[in-house]
């Protein structure tokens, strides 16, 4: 293509609609993709722009951030899938301004081969009135050989008419699969696991969850009585069951391990709650892993899915230090995990060792039951209100604009290693919004951080896949005021009365908590399938080179060997959809296993 011709096909301004602007931004994009014109696809897109492609492509998650990263994505070979790109008609383009220059955002959706998906792109106006992207993604929604079984293609649940080998219902759902095993076995019935599940069931495919608590929903329900969920409702909804409009704003851990119990017999998923699995290997010849899982009364039944999946977890075993000293202590030492509440520390001293989310909720209730309490705080923390952390962290969800999908996918249009790159932008927003919560903790002591390379929370969790931060509930004020007492320093060593920090001083405590982290969740997997496997796959869960998040909902090197783990139940929603499908393409013959 010319010079010439390249900037005939830019987008102007002339036209008023910006569905017209959008939809001649498309057009030219299907011209561009189906030649792999590299001149035509730089035009369209701004310098500085992200791109992701997530299974529409290709058949794993791709991305690209600045121009010329994207002009050798969209034009390399691999790229040459067909796809037929559309403008949704709704909802209408959303309209606005962004550092002075007119923006449109709009949905798309698109047709290949094998499926249907759904897109976003931001287009920005430019010099000349001219219209490029700054952010674009296309997301795989539906393969064609396995449609959703919702709507009118919803199960019976009971034939009319005459039907002499007619099976009650909880017959026919076999969720002891006597007559097959599973395609696919779950280890773990968290949110990520229940929604993985929900996914599959719905795409047809046999899934079993093998879940170790005695219920679904214990693992919420065993933790501490003040726990609950802090991201804003719209954040938390599970697939196909939303929240009724009377739920609480904020979720209380018991409330929501219920709901979880709920969403399993409601979803009619199998999940074989008190039970472990055992011996788990991938016979290579068949094609197919073995598992021996162990049911409540000791019994023993070996599976042989085609598909494993573990959804244990982004946290694997507490970390605890080995101190000396400690078996002369006099008290109580656990860790945030053991810690189910207040009640038997009332008017006595304890110690909170970590100032992350885990050691402010815990100083926080034990405060509020009259414990007085000393938190420990070794290094700056990034700190932010909940109601900051909804505004900036969880702006397209609660801003009224989006349904909770749509939101899903406009996040999805930047790259997790890209992320912190907006960190110093949000993180001057935090200190305009909190200046007072802040200063109240700087003047109280409390060192305050502004997050590698001043990213903020963006930088830690997307940077250096660490902590280190909170979202305050409560416990800043409590600190601020001198409710919460506040030492900083390394813990050393017990005494017989407390703890011993790194300055020789000491403070004494009945119950001291160590709130200081957890393992990787590579733990389980060594545990479950031995260190070959474990050093195979490495740190999965980790933001990678690529910019995105490891070896998480896609294919992982290992045969058939999936993770479905992620830090929120916003991430779980949208990537189980894309894993299901992958297992779905699989299934089909649509996909090759790339496995070692």
Same mark, same amino acid.
């Given at each position: 293509?010319?010079?010439?011709?390249?900037?005939?096909?830019?987008?102007?301004?002339?036209?008023e609609a910006?569905d017209?602007?959008v939809?001649s931004?498309?057009?030219?994009l299907?011209?561009?993709?189906?030649?792999r014109n590299a001149?035509?696809?730089n035009e369209?897109f701004?310098?500085? !722009?992200t791109?992701?492609d997530?299974l529409?492509?290709?058949?794993?998650?791709?991305?690209?951030?600045?121009?010329?990263?994207?002009?050798?994505?969209?034009?390399?070979a691999?790229?040459?899938?067909?796809?037929?790109v559309?403008v949704?008609?709704e909802?209408?383009?959303?309209?606005?301004?962004?550092n002075?220059?007119?923006t449109?955002?709009?949905f798309?959706?698109f047709?290949?081969?094998?499926?249907?998906?759904?897109?976003?792109?931001?287009l920005?106006?430019?010099?000349?009135?001219?219209y490029r992207a700054?952010?674009?993604?296309?997301a795989?929604?539906a393969?064609?050989t &396995?449609?959703?079984q919702?709507?009118d293609?919803?199960?019976l649940?009971r034939s &009319?008419?005459?039907?002499?080998?007619?099976l009650? /219902? &909880?017959e026919?759902?076999?969720?002891?699969?006597?007559r097959?095993?599973?395609?696919?076995v779950?280890l773990g019935?968290?949110?990520?696991?229940l929604m993985?599940?929900?996914?599959?069931?719905v795409?047809?495919?046999p899934?079993?969850?093998?879940?170790s608590n005695?219920?679904?929903?214990?693992?919420w329900?065993n933790?501490?009585?003040?726990?609950?969920?802090h991201t804003?409702?719209?954040?938390?909804q599970l697939?196909?069951?939303?929240f009724?409009?009377?739920?609480?704003?904020?979720?209380p851990?018991?409330k929501?391990g219920?709901f979880?119990?709920s969403y399993a017999?409601?979803?009619d998923l199998?999940? /074989?709650?008190?039970?472990?699995?055992?011996?788990?290997?991938f016979?290579?010849?068949?094609?197919?892993w073995s598992?021996?899982?162990?049911?409540?009364?000791?019994?023993?039944?070996?599976?042989?899915?085609?598909?494993?999946?573990?959804a244990t977890?982004?946290?694997?075993e507490?970390h605890?230090?080995d101190?000396?000293g400690?078996?002369?202590?006099k008290?109580?030492?656990? &860790? $945030?995990?053991?810690?189910?509440g207040?009640?038997a520390?009332?008017?006595?001293?304890?110690?909170?060792?970590g100032?992350?989310v885990s050691g402010?909720?815990l100083?926080?209730?034990?405060?509020e039951?009259?414990v007085?309490?000393?938190?420990i705080?070794?290094s700056?923390?990034?700190v932010?209100?909940?109601?900051t952390?909804h505004?900036?962290?969880h702006a397209?969800?609660t801003g009224g604009h989006y349904?909770v999908d749509?939101?899903?996918l406009?996040n999805?249009?930047?790259?997790?290693?890209?992320?912190p790159s907006?960190?110093?932008?949000q993180?001057?927003?935090?200190?305009e919004r909190?200046?007072?919560?802040l200063?109240?903790?700087?003047a109280?002591?409390f060192?305050?951080s502004?997050?590698p390379?001043?990213q903020?929370?963006?930088?830690?969790?997307?940077?250096?896949?660490?902590t280190g931060y909170?979202y305050?509930?409560?416990?800043?004020e409590?600190?601020?005021?001198?409710?919460v007492?506040?030492r900083?320093g390394?813990?050393?060593?017990?005494?017989?009365a407390g703890?011993?920090l790194?300055d !020789?001083?000491?403070?004494e405590?009945d119950?001291?908590?160590? $709130?200081?982290?957890?393992?990787?969740?590579?733990?389980?997997i060594?545990?479950?399938?031995?260190d070959?496997?474990?050093?195979?796959v490495?740190?999965?869960a980790?933001?990678?080179?690529?910019r995105?998040?490891?070896?998480?909902?896609?294919?992982t090197g290992?045969?058939k060997?999936?993770?479905?783990?992620?830090l929120?139940?916003?991430d779980?929603?949208f990537?189980s959809?894309?894993l299901a499908?992958?297992?779905?393409?699989?299934?089909?013959g649509?996909? !090759?296993?790339?496995?070692?």
């Amino acid at each position: 293509m010319t010079t010439s011709a390249i900037k005939s096909t830019a987008i102007t301004a002339s036209a008023e609609a910006g569905d017209d602007i959008v939809s001649s931004w498309v057009a030219a994009l299907e011209g561009a993709l189906s030649s792999r014109n590299a001149a035509a696809i730089n035009e369209l897109f701004e310098r500085d !722009c992200t791109v992701r492609d997530l299974l529409a492509l290709s058949w794993d998650f791709r991305n690209a951030v600045g121009r010329d990263e994207v002009v050798e994505l969209l034009s390399a070979a691999d790229s040459s899938t067909e796809i037929s790109v559309r403008v949704r008609r709704e909802p209408l383009p959303i309209l606005g301004h962004e550092n002075g220059r007119r923006t449109i955002a709009q949905f798309l959706s698109f047709r290949t081969k094998v499926g249907e998906g759904e897109g976003f792109v931001k287009l920005v106006e430019g010099e000349g009135g001219a219209y490029r992207a700054m952010a674009f993604v296309l997301a795989l929604s539906a393969v064609d050989t &396995h449609p959703e079984q919702v709507g009118d293609l919803r199960p019976l649940g009971r034939s &009319h008419g005459p039907n002499p080998s007619r099976l009650p /219902w &909880h017959e026919e759902l076999d969720h002891e699969f006597t007559r097959k095993d599973p395609t696919v076995v779950i280890l773990g019935a968290g949110h990520n696991g229940l929604m993985l599940a929900a996914r599959l069931r719905v795409l047809g495919i046999p899934t079993l969850i093998v879940e170790s608590n005695a219920r679904v929903g214990d693992n919420w329900r065993n933790r501490y009585s003040s726990l609950a969920l802090h991201t804003p409702l719209a954040s938390d909804q599970l697939p196909y069951v939303p929240f009724p409009p009377t739920w609480t704003r904020f979720t209380p851990k018991d409330k929501f391990g219920d709901f979880l119990e709920s969403y399993a017999s409601l979803l009619d998923l199998a999940v /074989w709650t008190g039970s472990t699995a055992e011996n788990v290997n991938f016979d290579v010849m068949g094609g197919r892993w073995s598992l021996d899982v162990i049911r409540p009364d000791g019994s023993r039944r070996t599976l042989t899915p085609q598909h494993l999946v573990f959804a244990t977890g982004m946290n694997g075993e507490a970390h605890r230090p080995d101190l000396p000293g400690e078996a002369d202590y006099k008290g109580t030492v656990i &860790h $945030a995990v053991d810690y189910k509440g207040a009640e038997a520390w009332a008017g006595k001293q304890a110690v909170v060792v970590g100032t992350g989310v885990s050691g402010h909720d815990l100083a926080q209730d034990l405060a509020e039951h009259g414990v007085d309490v000393t938190i420990i705080q070794r290094s700056g923390t990034v700190v932010m209100d909940t109601s900051t952390f909804h505004a900036v962290m969880h702006a397209n969800h609660t801003g009224g604009h989006y349904t909770v999908d749509e939101a899903d996918l406009v996040n999805a249009s930047t790259p997790f290693g890209a992320l912190p790159s907006y960190g110093a932008a949000q993180l001057a927003l935090v200190k305009e919004r909190d200046h007072e919560l802040l200063a109240a903790l700087s003047a109280a002591g409390f060192k305050l951080s502004d997050g590698p390379n001043g990213q903020g929370v963006l930088g830690l969790i997307f940077g250096q896949n660490a902590t280190g931060y909170y979202y305050n509930a409560g416990a800043s004020e409590l600190i601020a005021d001198g409710t919460v007492k506040l030492r900083h320093g390394s813990v050393t060593s017990f005494n017989s009365a407390g703890i011993v920090l790194d300055d !020789c001083s000491s403070v004494e405590a009945d119950l001291v908590i160590f $709130a200081t982290g957890y393992r990787g969740p590579a733990t389980a997997i060594r545990k479950v399938l031995g260190d070959a496997v474990a050093d195979q796959v490495g740190n999965f869960a980790d933001v990678g080179e690529d910019r995105e998040y490891g070896r998480l909902w896609r294919q992982t090197g290992v045969d058939k060997l999936w993770f479905m783990v992620s830090l929120g139940i916003g991430d779980g929603r949208f990537y189980s959809k894309l894993l299901a499908l992958q297992i779905a393409a699989m299934d089909a013959g649509t996909l !090759c296993n790339s496995g070692n």
